[in-house]
């Protein structure tokens, strides 16, 4: 299969999605000159004249605004630049758009997809490098997917297009170059709630989520040079989680790590241990270990931006001592 | 334009008018019955706010509510009997009693909704004028708020995008005096919410609410601007509640007698009233009058007689 | 000791801060005709001229200039009248308040205090009745504070007013009536960090927060008629969390039951259990169980608006549960 | 006032604005060597607005910046070497480099930080303005913003409430026509940001911002204003930006040609030193260029042989 970026199939999604439905908007900054956050819309000015909305510095009203268009038409596409300024945005996300449909008994469908640039880059500092996910989750109404390769992206994209709830799309800026076999099918579609099994593996269970996949893999593989054979799953849906897939994976290896690249305290990691607990807890050879990121806001200096996130090394260091003592070397 | 006001509209709009403050006086009653669970926004002494804009929509066109929705919803066309089942909490309600006054909302006669956020209806109804616009449907949209939501950003967000975009959209201030207990003179610096508008470039109308041909109008006037393709108008209407601002508000920012006094002389409905009787358009009305009775006592006979939703819808229109 | 109402606590937390520091300000909505939400600050206008600042409903503006009062001066709160009106002010809380000591290498200091009330009430639905406050013990930087008791409430608000790290304290809405006996000293303070055991026990031990706190305690009382001995902790401030507290409870018992009101999926309960399950798992008889609200948007309907919370019964439910089965009678 | 405008501070305007130059273009180079971490945003083109504002400050008024915040640093009276360490990445930094370029601050003199959210500037700095105010401690704030942050809500919100509440604040709109790669008539439905001042009843200023001694001017006039109890000022600055929007920019929006016709004949510095020159209070000038060129230089050997952070460093200053 040919290869492609992360970014190309994100905007293959979009440009198959638009030419597939007529009503189909793109809203946010900056989408004509400069094709939007990380360049992605460049030239869909000319390819779809008049259904780039362009607008000016206002995320309330461009996500008020998507919702309110989603909610009469649709479907819609609102860019927020980065994830970090969903933060003056989030009444329209949480308040409205997540509820609107449950609070008029049934009667609004919301197809409406948030797409938005998360996590570490370089230097970008607290304001521009945040993993909110547990935030969105949290939201009975919103799902949220959260790609970890190129398929995933068009295939999860795609899907979300399609769909008539709110999407809370995270893409992670360290992907957008990352290159991976895409199907060129227009009808390549993902759907939520549907784990994939990365690297399957009889020892351990790792679940990772978004640019942890790769390094719960770049792990997984130091991991087997040692002789412990580890299955990594990506949920690519945190909201919903495919549980079916995590627990048989648990069942089979009796052994857990959830990595997520969030502030682990109150993360979707936590939520995915504490549930793995709980439903299996009959299966589990030992605790579930979470890997996430330290308590502190993100640091812009290289260093420290390093270790305030989690690394293959913290993986493999952790999946060692998870591991019975004779396994140990 | 007034050819449009043909003696039966007038005489529709004095009994839409009637039917809100009838609707609106019975959800109170009921409320205080303890028949009604969650909190009340009455709409009593706007009526010909609603009564006037919605007059100059079709049913196609959208409405984005506010707290104190109810008159909205009734004189865009929703049925009474569902709204007053949905503020009993009645599965028969517009939104089987899931959403309650704050959220009443009938997608069918394009009101997409009250709501529960003060300044969250400016986007939204721009919204559904964007699509309006894309899809070229004929529609306009409104955006009923308070003065109180003209300090939200969303104000200045929504009206500079909506005006760059020159969106189909009728944004609509009932200026009451009153954002909960503070006086206007202590939430905007501005004397003159119409005053805003000229800074986003489109029209901007004050005028007296409680005059109803004046504001179906002006609202003619935007909505004919708005579907020329020349974008937003902002209508200021001045307007004021009867009521407290909630069920439970002492109003001890304003004396009884002032109140009293709005109620002699700023009346909307008596004032019209005696209008129409003057050009003998109406008779005595109680044939209307009993009419309208007769609705309101079937809402409430409605509401009662509904069954409370099943425990299962708890789970139903979201996904999981 | 006298009783005085949850509210009159924290009335007198903030009347009593008030005299002690001259420079402190209250900013909000309503402060004056109507004192705030809920009528906290009646009659602040007369007793604290000047320092009582009324604000238009710009709940954003509202916050950032309390951050900036804070940063140069200070003790300043802000009373945002119902949490989930929090989300239009989300990045000033998060981004700046939160985040500006670290970003600034220490220099800022930030003696601001958030108060809000949260969770459910009577039928005002899905945007009045929210939980959040496991978005704000996600965020680094943040405090969080859901006094479960009058006494509490004052001596963590006070507490909170001298500390210089920002704090979102979470009041319940249905507990402003409910009376309890009040130090009335003026330096009755309570630490952050320190979790209050509001009932020991032998068998089981419930971690409760917030309005639930009397929930798991009605429970703990049914249990007892039963013959379950059950401990309810009270963590008060969900950030930071008193691990110590918790953890030996769970050595103690050997179960733990972890019961919030807020939406269950990505909670601070589900925070709770994973750490429990982590760092106790050879405490622990059996799986860490957890309740909290279900994945739906609040209605307002009554019944519904019942079952969308946890109830006392739920926790004696899975109470029992939890008991070996010699003891489930 | 112009009294206040004496050859020696003059000259001192002049050094400012070059040394705001020389450590951009210090610093735009350092990245290009792969030195500097993360994104810059260049002040060049701009230097006059942060320097006639600030002039009019005392060490003691605040300042809350944006991504675009060296200038206003540099200005405001921060360390060169300090500045230069943080975008380093060093633990000399202002912030032990971990804000960097985005979150530069240096409380000591006033300065609140720069900011990465647009927009978030104006409250922070009405906050200060408040705290002055009722400390009556004889400070005013400054909040500085670009075109494009005015149309975010937090404009509007903040306004009305700082004129409400009469606060000594100083919203500086730096208007170089661009938000990112947007032009204002792209963003802004309104001609000139200084006309939205009507509306909050504040006065409106716009003026071009290259002319040091009418922004300084303006800014002493606004400062007067804010310490007698009147209340903000709105100053808006024309002015323009010489580079990208940040390092990576390619200037599709604009022609090559177009920026170097505004090098030319827009150039703050060299009209002003100019004026100086035929004023005869510079002499030839090179002494004081020798000794910006000479602090810039110290200030990268300063961050080039300081310290990475600690690891620990990344627990401290957070509350845990
Ligand atoms: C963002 C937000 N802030 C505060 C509130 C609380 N609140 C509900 S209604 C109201 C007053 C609104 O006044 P106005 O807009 O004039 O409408 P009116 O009640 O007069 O119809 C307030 C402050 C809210 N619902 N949302
Ligand atoms: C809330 C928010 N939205 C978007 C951005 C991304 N962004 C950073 S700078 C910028 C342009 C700002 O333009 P302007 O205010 O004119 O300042 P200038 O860059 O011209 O100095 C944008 C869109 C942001 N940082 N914050
Ligand atoms: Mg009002
Ligand atoms: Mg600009």
Redesign the interface.
Known sequence: MREITYREAIREALSEEMRRSPRMIIMGEDLLPGGGSFGMHLNFGELFPGRMIETPISEAAIVGTALGAAMTGGPVVAEIMYSDFMTVCMDEVVNQAAKIRYMSGGQARVPLVVRTPYGIAKGIAAQHSQSLEAWYAHIPGLRVAMPATPADAKGLLKTALRGEDPVIFLEHKLLYNVKGPVPEDGEHLIPFGCASVARSGTDLSIVATGLMVSKALEAADTLAAEGISAEVIDPRTVSPLDWDTIFASVEKTGRALVVNEATLFGSIASEIAATIGEKRFNALDGPVRRIGSPFVPKPSTPGLEKLSVPSALDVVRIAREMMPRRRAA | MDNDLTPERLVGFWRDMLRIRAFERAAVYQSSLGKI???LHSYEGQESCAVGICGALTSED?V?STHRGHGHSIAKGARMDRMMAELF??ET???????????I????CGM??A??????S???????????K??KNGRV?VAFFGD??V????????T??A???KLPLLLVCENNDY????HRS?????DNVA??AS???IPGVQLDGNDVRAVFRAATTARERALAGDGPTLLELKTQRFTGHSSGDPQ??RTKASVDELRRTRDPIAAFERELMDAEMLGDGDAIRAAVDAEVAAAVAFAEASA??N?E????????
Do not use: W
Request: proline share 1%; charged share 15%.
């Open positions: 669970y969650g909190a959208y984005a909490g009645r309600g517009y939104c089987k009693g899931k959403g309650g006054s704050l959220h909302a009938d997608f069918s997409l909704g709501n529960g956020i003060v300044g969250a400016y986007a939204i109804a721009a919204g559904a004028a964007l699509n309006a894309i899809s949209a109180g939501a300090t939200r950003g969303t104000f200045h967000e929504t500079n995008m005006s760059l975009l954002a909960q207990y503070m202590e939430t905007m610096v501005f005053d805003l800074n986003y470039k001890v920012y409370y939703p425990d819808e708890l789970f139903s229109d979201v996904y999981a």
